[in-house]
């Protein structure tokens, strides 16, 4: 039975997630991630998304806004080797990318806020308001709800804070593209070390970015803690969640089963291996995680989350020391064909990585064939409800089309499986055959096939079914 308490619609969350972008960055790393906030904003509208187009496609946005936010902090890693220019670039890329889903996604919010504000007869959703004594046409003193801050400012000021804060992303590295030089009467010249300016421009742009953004939050979550204060607004959108939303089993299997998609391919990205300088930059760990979080979405489906989580949790440890000591291993100008000649210290630190990438191999392939589970007992949960929607035409034909589902999965599963021994080969094999890790892509894009074409049988023949009207 799906709850039907909304508390408030967990609107909160949002404004608790916008306070996670008042931090500054220094070069592309945040002191707090972005991702956090926008994964918090992502559960804050994620009831309104079911009932509004525009909430809906401000979620999505932020859902996008997550993952490049994911991708800015993995890429941290890069700072040891690039230099400042490609910083700059990087920088500045992200900074693009961030603004081109952040304003639609704030835009979109504040036009699904307006759109009940109209429907509903809100005023608290076009801005913040707060008691005032005026004077009636007869002179008495009378309290009455003042606007002291218009939505559409509010709007303003969240995409000025935005944009103020993508600039400092970038600016403070800009002086290493100039130098100055200078050439006196003797012959002689100086060039200005530009890049002696740098750590100034951080802290200033550091003390711009929290100026700026701290009085926005601070302004954002009045503007959200006045709508969710609106009682007859709060009452009338939890009655339309509970009649029109809740009750649709249906409807919550395709949404959890998107979400589940999801993070399966985001899982199936990470079993590739990309080895740069002899270190893997998509580590298996990473996958481990996603296994881990999709089997806590589907803990209440079935037996094998909780193995699923605990071999997913458990995958982290040695893919963390395997990237740790490869990067090590790199630093020391070593090659596989180091350990094979007995070169310095590689005798002593490549043994050491080869079991890392064994053991988290074996982590991973226990993990997929848990998720794998996992993934089966929720497909089975919803042909049952397919079975349900129309038990005169559909009986019988619910276990045909879960087999057809899982047939896909399985090959896909199988291949990362495939994936996930190759990697873990590498330690050794990669002694005579560096460039093994190739063959990892090659099981990988037949792998995306079989896991796109699980997809797509279950979207047509399953979900898109279980939602047609009768």
């Known amino acids: ?76 890693l890069l700072l040891a080797v690039i230099d400042g220019t490609f910083v700059i670039l990087l920088s500045f890329v992200f900074a693009i990318l961030e603004a081109i889903f952040f304003i639609p996604a704030v835009v979109n919010m504040f036009g699904g806020f307006h759109y009940y504000g109209l429907r509903l007869e809100s005023k608290a959703c076009y801005g913040i308001y707060k008691n005032a004594c005026v004077k009636d046409e007869s002179g008495n003193k009378v309290n009455v709800r003042k606007r002291v801050c218009s939505s559409d400012s509010i709007l303003a000021y969240t995409i000025t804070a935005f944009v103020i804060r993508a600039l400092c992303y970038f600016l403070p590295q800009l002086p290493t593209l100039f130098s100055y030089s200078n050439k006196g009467i003797i012959n002689g010249g100086y060039r200005t070390d530009w890049t002696y300016f740098i750590p100034h421009m951080y802290f200033l742009c550091g003390v711009l970015v929290v100026a700026v953004c701290l009085p926005w939050a601070i302004r954002f979550c009045r503007y959200v803690k006045g709508i969710t204060e609106d009682r007859p607004l709060i009452e009338a959108l939890e009655k339309r969640y509970n009649e029109n939303i809740a009750p649709n089993e249906n409807y919550f299997a395709e949404k959890k089963t998107t979400t589940v998609w999801v993070f399966t391919v985001l899982a199936a990205v990470f079993c ?190 399953l979900y898109d079914k279980l939602n047609e009207r009768n």
């Open 272 to 461: 590739f291996s990309i080895y740069i300088d002899y270190v893997n930059w998509l580590p298996s760990g990473v996958a481990c995680l996603f296994f881990a979080v999709v089997a806590v979405l589907l803990r209440k489906n079935t037996k094998m989350a909780i193995p699923t989580m605990i071999s997913g949790f458990i995958g982290i440890v040695p893919s963390v020391l395997e990237v740790i000591w490869q990067y090590q291993y790199a630093e020391m100008k070593y090659t596989p064909s180091s350990f094979v000649y007995g070169i310095g210290k590689s005798g002593e630190m490549y043994p050491a990585i080869m079991i890392a990438e064994a053991v988290g191999a074996v982590c991973l392939i226990i993990t997929v064939w848990f998720f794998a589970k996992c993934i089966k007992d929720m497909t089975e949960a919803h042909c049952v409800l397919y079975e349900k929607k129309r038990p005169e035409t559909r009986g019988g034909k619910g276990k045909a089309l879960c087999d057809s589902i899982m047939k896909e999965y399985k090959i896909a599963f199988s291949l990362i499986t495939a994936m996930a021994v190759v990697s873990g080969a590498h330690g050794v094999v990669a002694v005579y055959y560096p460039e093994i890790w190739i063959l990892n892509i090659l099981i990988g894009v037949v792998m995306a096939v079989f896991l796109l074409r699980a997809r797509n049988i279950a979207k047509d023949d």
């Open 1 to 76: 039975m799906k709850k039907t308490e909304t508390k408030n619609l967990g609107m909160m969350l949002i404004a608790v997630g916008m306070f996670f972008l008042i931090n500054p960055t220094v070069n592309i790393i945040d002191v707090i991630p972005d991702f956090i906030g926008y994964l918090f904003i992502v559960c804050g509208i994620d009831r309104l998304a079911d009932m509004e187009d525009h909430f809906a496609q401000a979620k999505r946005n932020f859902v996008l806004l997550s993952v490049i936010s994911a991708a800015k902090t993995v890429s941290c």
